[in-house]
């Protein structure tokens, strides 16, 4: 069978290329999204290679935090049945996670919200709080951090961040490793091609 020009796999999630009839239709259609979400980022890939590494447990309550385009959610909503929660500041991305979330059949919950009005209340409903290259403004690196230290408080077991070593996630990986005795591990893949970067674990308890 011959390859779909129209979309690219890797790590059995299937996403659109920038000539997919249907994302090139939603552009035409949507608000064009801010805060960069308006396309797909290489931490998202990642996130799926550090997880296939470390598998989430079945059924995990997954906050997928400053989603994007939503890859990171979707895989873990994909490959361990995780109840999964896109929650973006910006309200224009969803249509687009949706329209992935279709294509590979999962269903996500959107909220929308900034990292700083989620309260230890709201975290301490999830298992895991993932994160894929949303450091990328030293002020948004500052929401992330005090977002960690609210998380720790709720009691979520993991937390997940990665990154392609941008400068303020890399202040923000120095001070979860003194702080929270994170882990900063170097990762690197090559689906859907060559992405380096860090995975920052927390383990909380």
């Given at each position: 069978?011959?390859k779909?020009?129209?979309?690219?796999?890797?790590?059995?999630?299937?996403?659109?290329?920038?000539?997919?009839?249907?994302l090139?239709?939603?552009?035409?259609?949507?608000?064009?999204?801010?805060?960069?979400?308006?396309?797909?980022?290489?931490?998202?890939?990642?996130?799926?290679?550090?997880?296939?590494?470390?598998?989430?447990?079945?059924g995990?309550?997954v906050?997928?935090?400053?989603?994007?385009?939503?890859?990171?959610?979707?895989?873990?909503?994909?490959?361990f049945?995780?109840q999964?929660?896109?929650?973006?500041?910006?309200?224009?991305?969803?249509?687009?996670?949706?329209?992935?979330?279709?294509?590979?059949?999962?269903?996500?919950?959107?909220?929308?919200?900034?990292?700083?009005?989620?309260?230890?209340?709201?975290?301490?409903?999830?298992?895991?709080?993932?994160?894929?290259?949303?450091?990328?403004?030293?002020?948004?690196?500052?929401?992330?951090?005090?977002?960690?230290?609210?998380?720790?408080?709720?009691?979520?077991?993991?937390?997940i961040?990665?990154?392609?070593?941008?400068?303020?996630?890399?202040a923000?990986a120095?001070?979860?490793?003194?702080?929270?005795?994170?882990?900063?591990?170097?990762?690197?893949?090559?689906?859907?091609?060559?992405?380096?970067?860090?995975?920052?674990v927390?383990?909380?308890?």
């Amino acid at each position: 069978m011959p390859k779909n020009p129209h979309v690219r796999e890797a790590y059995g999630i299937v996403s659109p290329t920038s000539r997919n009839p249907a994302l090139r239709r939603l552009k035409n259609s949507q608000s064009t999204p801010s805060i960069h979400g308006n396309k797909l980022w290489g931490a998202c890939y990642l996130m799926m290679e550090y997880l296939e590494q470390a598998p989430l447990p079945q059924g995990a309550r997954v906050l997928d935090a400053g989603c994007g385009w939503g890859l990171g959610g979707i895989y873990c909503a994909k490959q361990f049945d995780a109840q999964v929660t896109a929650m973006d500041a910006d309200p224009a991305v969803f249509p687009y996670l949706q329209l992935l979330a279709e294509q590979n059949g999962v269903a996500i919950t959107n909220h929308v919200a900034r990292f700083d009005e989620l309260t230890v209340e709201d975290l301490s409903k999830f298992d895991v709080v993932i994160g894929a290259d949303i450091c990328f403004w030293d002020a948004l690196a500052d929401d992330v951090s005090e977002m960690i230290d609210r998380a720790i408080e709720a009691g979520v077991p993991k937390i997940i961040l990665t990154d392609p070593q941008r400068p303020p996630f890399n202040a923000l990986a120095d001070r979860c490793v003194e702080e929270h005795f994170a882990e900063a591990l170097q990762i690197e893949t090559e689906q859907p091609r060559r992405f380096t970067g860090t995975a920052l674990v927390i383990e909380n308890g």
